[in-house]
């Protein structure tokens, strides 16, 4: 928290450094992962219901034990009472104060009390796991956001990059249309290259900004505090050689996946919830104690003392035995045992659900990834292909052997083919934290 904190203030120093002298903070890749954990509204609500569930695990437990309680009472009676010290009715005023010790122990309670102990236990388990899942569902969400601002930022390069070649470009035209060499629509037409490439540099500058307030929104930072986002150290070519099998996928997240541990847990803590439900048809027996003690003061008569009443005359201890058994209640419990039964149903529905989620999610993640793989090998090669195609079809226009719009074309699927190798790049990072996430394996740790 105190780092969290400490980042947040870096930022909004380096906002009125920004005024200054045009500074701008940087944010890393896992400054922003925890931040986004820090502030993350799903997650600290989930880890409010995880406090809650270690209260009533504590509860549950300690219900199988005696419950004492103590209980005292003062009052007064104004007129006929019965004044047990002297066996007879008495009109007047009488003070009285009792007081007294009680303590109840459950003997048999059709095992309610060790089911709702187990089932209490087992929605602590499933609690904790829904935490650990949440916590990847917010680092896979910060991650898309943070390398979407990435590429974006890669993409202003490529575009400020081609609006300065577009540029050069219209000054060498533009000379040359002066010398006669070249036609003047050559020109007009290198005009609006410049012209456009300057559109989509506008427009990645606002998408850029965009995706930025979106990524200060996840995670719960002000908007308008100016940052960017830094590169992410990351071996390329170690991904694109990493080979994974999807049986070891299925195998990793069989054991790892926490909303299937959160699923199973569920359905156990159901089950416990119903069989306590079907505890109750049967009879209830308590062990008590109770010790206790009464004084009482008469007006107009002589009164022994306090300790002599309530410390010595009137204790009494009684102890036993008390059996509660269950005949008709409109089938109040039946009832509450069917409910608790349906829920049993559902929960083993839902966490046969989320097998078969757990399988898809790993079935997609290892395809997606492949696919991300092969399409970043296939950028590579078009990049390669067209800064060849572009240079060598420049080298033919300065010779006049070509004309413009072989230019442009060429020109323009250059910076495409910039463009789509960025996004490769950034999808292949984006699937393999994908593959941790399907197989329940992405920590904070593993952000680089």
């Given at each position: 928290?105190?780092?969290?904190?400490?980042?947040?203030?870096?930022?909004?120093?380096?906002?009125?450094?920004?005024?200054?002298?045009?500074?701008?903070?940087?944010?890393?890749?896992?400054?922003?992962?925890?931040?986004?954990?820090?502030?993350?509204?799903?997650?600290?609500?989930?880890k409010n219901q995880l406090s809650y569930t270690n209260v009533n695990k504590t509860s549950s437990l300690l219900q199988l034990g005696p419950?004492?309680?103590?209980?005292?009472?003062?009052?007064?009676?104004d007129g006929n009472s019965f004044n047990q010290n002297e066996g007879k009715v008495v009109n007047g005023k009488i003070d009285y104060v009792n007081g007294s010790v009680s303590a109840d122990l459950p003997v048999f309670t059709g095992l309610g009390g060790i089911n709702r102990y187990k089932q209490a236990n087992n929605q602590n388990e499933a609690q904790l796991h829904q935490v650990a899942r949440s916590t990847q569902d917010a680092i896979q969400a910060i991650s898309l956001q943070y390398l979407t601002c990435l590429l974006d930022q890669e993409l202003i390069k490529i575009d400020e990059e081609n609006v300065s070649t577009q540029q050069v470009q219209y000054n060498q035209i533009k000379t040359q249309v002066e010398l006669g060499s070249k036609a003047e629509a050559d020109l007009y037409n290198q005009e609006y290259q410049v012209k456009n490439a300057e559109l989509l540099l506008v427009r990645s500058r606002n998408k850029l900004k965009n995706d930025l307030a979106t990524l200060a929104l996840t995670l719960q930072i002000d908007p308008t505090i100016l940052f960017e986002v830094e590169e992410v150290d990351w071996d390329i070519n170690k991904l694109v050689a990493d080979s994974l099998s999807v049986d070891q996928m299925h195998t990793i997240a069989n054991d790892r996946r926490s909303d299937l541990k959160q699923a199973e847990y569920s359905k156990k803590a159901a089950q416990f919830g119903y069989y306590s439900f079907k505890g109750r048809y049967f009879p209830n027996i308590y062990a008590g104690v109770r010790y206790g003690s009464r004084y009482n003061y008469i007006y107009g008569e002589t009164n022994r003392t306090f300790d002599q009443q309530f410390r010595e005359d009137n204790t009494n201890l009684s102890y036993g035995l008390s059996l509660n058994i269950p005949i008709f209640y409109g089938l109040q419990?039946?009832?509450?045992?069917?409910?608790?039964?349906?829920?049993?149903?559902?929960?083993?529905?839902?966490?046969?659900?989320?097998?078969v989620t757990v399988k898809s999610d790993?079935?997609?993640?290892?395809?997606?990834?492949?696919?991300?793989?092969?399409?970043?090998?296939a950028a590579e090669a078009q990049l390669r292909a067209a800064e060849t195609t572009y240079r060598m079809e420049k080298e033919r226009y300065d010779l006049g052997i070509s004309n413009i719009i072989q230019l442009t074309t060429t020109n323009q699927a250059y910076v495409k083919a910039e463009g789509d190798f960025q996004s490769a790049k950034y999808n292949l990072m984006f699937q393999r934290l994908l593959?941790?996430?399907?197989?329940?394996?992405?920590?904070?740790?593993?952000?680089?």
């Open positions: 928290m105190k780092r969290g904190i400490f980042i947040l203030f870096l930022l909004q120093v380096a906002s009125y450094s920004y005024a200054q002298d045009s500074t701008v903070a940087k944010l890393s890749f896992r400054e922003a992962i925890q931040i986004g954990l820090q502030n993350n509204v799903t997650l600290n609500q989930q419950q004492i309680y103590a209980a005292a009472d003062a009052y007064r009676v419990r039946r009832a509450q045992a069917a409910q608790s039964r349906v829920l049993y149903e559902n929960a083993k529905i839902a966490a046969k659900n989320t097998e790993v079935m997609r993640a290892y395809q997606n990834y492949n696919d991300a793989k092969t399409a970043y090998e593959i941790d996430y399907a197989t329940g394996t992405l920590k904070v740790e593993d952000i680089p």
